[in-house]
């Protein structure tokens, strides 16, 4: 239990998802291969509300609150997929997201909340804007808005929703934070 706290409150060698990255003038490219990982979906008006819930359920399983009971380590980022209201005034979805371990991947543990699911994902391709700082909604917003403007600029065809925000560090690291917003790639009809 200690070495999980001690990653997720620290972040350092954590396990990432794979993928292939190619460099934009002001965002990345990325493909990101099939993976597996444990989720939770919220409604709400606020994201950061949401993530923070969506956080502890999952920290939850990967402290053994699962089928199994098997402790699983910590892994970044921690991904929030927004699908949003239909208006201002309108709930959006969020599904906040752990990376499942390469040692977990064949196989994860089931979980025995059910408000989490385990959720395959196909490879994928994202544009993707990385910032530095504490983040917080605004935060969010204003990078996905230079994002959009920066696709849009190059012409690029994307997925208007949903969108990602997906955060490496935990509260306690204070400096070099890492943080993103990923746009979805349009696939061909």
């Known amino acids: 239990?200690?070495?999980?706290?001690?990653?997720?409150?620290?972040s350092t060698g954590l396990q990432n998802p794979k993928f292939t990255a190619e460099e934009k003038q002001d965002y990345e490219v990325r493909t990101y291969q099939a993976t597996?990982?444990?989720?939770?979906?919220?409604s709400g008006?606020?994201?950061?509300?949401?993530?923070n819930t969506g956080f502890r359920r999952l920290f939850s399983y990967i402290q053994g609150n699962n089928q199994t009971k098997v402790k699983v380590e910590m892994t970044a980022?921690?991904?929030c997929r927004v699908d949003p209201g239909a208006?201002?005034?309108?709930?959006?979805?969020?599904?906040?997201s752990f990376y499942i371990p390469e040692e977990h991947q064949e196989s994860p543990p089931e979980p025995s909340d059910p408000?989490?699911?385990?959720?395959h994902r196909k490879e994928f391709t994202a544009y993707v804007s990385t910032y530095s700082g504490f983040s917080n909604e605004n935060m969010k917003r204003q990078e996905l808005l230079k994002l959009l403007e920066s696709l849009k600029r190059d012409g690029v065809e994307?997925?208007?929703?949903?969108?990602?925000?997906?955060?490496?560090?935990?509260?306690?690291?204070?400096?070099n934070r890492r943080n993103e917003v990923w746009v979805?790639?349009?696939?061909p009809e």
Do not use: I, R
């Open 77 to 79: 980022p921690v991904s």
């Open 36 to 42: 597996k990982w444990v989720s939770t979906t919220l």
């Open 184 to 187: 979805l790639k349009k696939e």
């Open 158 to 175: 994307h997925v208007d929703k949903p969108f990602y925000a997906a955060g490496y560090d935990s509260p306690f690291k204070l400096t």
């Open 115 to 119: 408000e989490v699911f385990l959720e």
């Open 45 to 51: 008006m606020q994201w950061d509300a949401a993530l």
């Open 1 to 10: 239990m200690l070495k999980a706290v001690g990653q997720a409150l620290f």
């Open 87 to 96: 208006g201002p005034a309108c709930e959006s979805n969020f599904t906040v």
